[in-house]
């Protein structure tokens, strides 16, 4: 599997090459930008010019970028209403694939290969008209995405919108072939279980958020420290014919990145070998 590391976890600080560095320290070979604009502002030319600058002179990949959950910088906690694809009115849909594309248009100089893509909220219930959204959103940002070398992944979210079988059933509907799952384990877990997703996703997966928890929230904490079973999860992703890659997606660290990150991310990855 291919080891990567969300910048997730210093979502409270602006990305810089510093940062990278640690990445690149602690054994990833790829970098998921979590677009999140105090973290990274991807509408910024010299904020994007110097994330690519870094990536042309180091050999870790740009291997996805995590679309925007807000278009604010305080993700939504001044009132900003979140990016939200299958919202019922049409302006707030309008507004959230705008929001996406300004993000995807960092591909032009940071090569990133991959979008995870959220289709929906949390609260987003299932109907009909969530698949006719589903669909539209994902022709609609799979166009824009194509020139840019970008493929999407859609997330499996703790919603009723985003089950795997869901999932399973909105690119099935749309003969959305070239639309590739992000399976988060965590979700995963507090949802219809880990290897019950494996099974359900199956050859779609193609890349993996890597977190634990204990079954009941979204902690995003390191592998092992909640309920998931790591070697029956490891035993399934085996199976798969293509093995995803492995992106791991932990809370947000709020000071200096500890000494002891380089050798917790070789175990986190661990767990999957």
Avoid at 193 to 209: F, Q
Wanted: charged share 20%; glycine share 6%; hydrophobic share 45%.
């Amino acid at each position: 599997m291919l080891r990567v590391l969300s910048t997730h976890v210093c979502l409270s600080q602006r990305l810089h090459p510093g940062l990278l560095d640690a990445a690149a320290h602690a054994g990833a070979q790829g970098v998921e930008i979590f677009a999140a604009r105090q973290h990274f502002d991807y509408t910024s030319r010299e904020h994007v010019a110097e994330l690519a600058a870094w990536f042309a002179s180091n050999s870790v990949q740009p291997f996805s970028m995590h679309a925007p959950l807000f278009p604010d910088r305080e993700m939504g906690r001044a009132g900003a209403p979140g990016v939200n694809v299958l919202h019922p009115e049409k302006s707030r849909r309008i507004d959230a694939m705008d929001e996406i594309k300004r993000a995807l248009e960092a591909a032009e100089r940071i090569p990133f290969q991959n979008l995870v893509l959220h289709l929906g909220e949390r609260t987003d219930t299932w109907s009909p008209r969530t698949i006719e959204l589903a669909l539209t959103a994902l022709e609609h940002l799979g166009a824009f995405a194509h020139p840019l070398g970008v493929r999407l992944l859609v997330e499996n979210l703790v919603s009723e919108a985003t089950t795997p079988d869901h999932l399973v059933l909105i690119l099935e509907m749309g003969h959305l072939e070239s639309v590739g799952v992000c399976l988060d384990l965590g979700h995963a877990h507090i949802g219809p279980g880990v290897n019950d997703a494996i099974a359900s996703l199956g050859k779609r997966i193609v890349s993996l958020h890597v977190h634990d928890n204990h079954g009941v929230k979204d902690e995003h904490l390191w592998p092992g420290e909640g309920t998931i079973d790591w070697p029956a999860a490891a035993a399934a992703l085996k199976a798969l014919p293509t093995p995803p890659a492995a992106v791991l997606e932990l809370a947000v660290l709020h000071g200096d990145v500890p000494a002891d990150f380089t050798d917790r991310v070789s175990a986190a990855f661990a767990r999957l070998d």
